[in-house]
């Protein structure tokens, strides 16, 4: 994959358009990259689990960023196991940017997990919510 796509639920889904954050780092972890690829986030609120693996190709020079454009990524989690909203389980190279993510969970919140060796991961701009928890 590389190139502009976008992430929109509005929007049927298609080669260049993914309607959850989940569709898209499917395609990446299964396709990998050869180029820089830009997403585009439109028509939020999204409201998932996100788990972003391995992805073939990335570099610095051939790395993912995704627009958020002050849409929002939510999750509720009841699971000690599972509690984050976004989670880098080995994915690298990777750039979010204007996007909130929200971890909505009253004892099991993460907002962002990073795992599994992921490196280069940046946030830009972005806000992580953790509102309810109110235990340590």
């Known amino acids: 994959m590389n190139g502009s796509y976008t992430i929109n639920k509005s929007v049927a889904s298609s080669s260049t358009n993914f309607t959850s ?7 990446l972890s299964s396709n990998g990259v050869d180029g820089a690829v830009t997403v585009d ?3 939020g609120p999204y ?7 391995d992805i073939s190709g990335v570099s610095s020079t051939n790395a993912i960023t995704i627009n958020g454009n002050n849409q929002i990524l ?6 000690s196991t599972n509690r984050h909203t976004l989670r880098f ?18 004892t099991y919140a993460w907002g962002v997990r990073l795992y599994n060796n992921s490196d280069y991961i940046t946030l830009d701009g972005c806000t992580v919510r953790v509102p309810n928890v109110t235990s340590t």
């Open 21 to 27: 954050f989940q569709a898209l780092f499917n395609a």
């Open 41 to 43: 986030v439109l028509n």
């Open 74 to 79: 939510r999750f509720t989690s009841t699971s």
């Open 47 to 53: 409201t998932e689990q996100v788990n972003a693996n």
């Open 89 to 106: 389980a080995g994915a690298d190279w990777v750039t979010v940017k204007d996007l909130t993510i929200e971890a909505l969970g009253t």
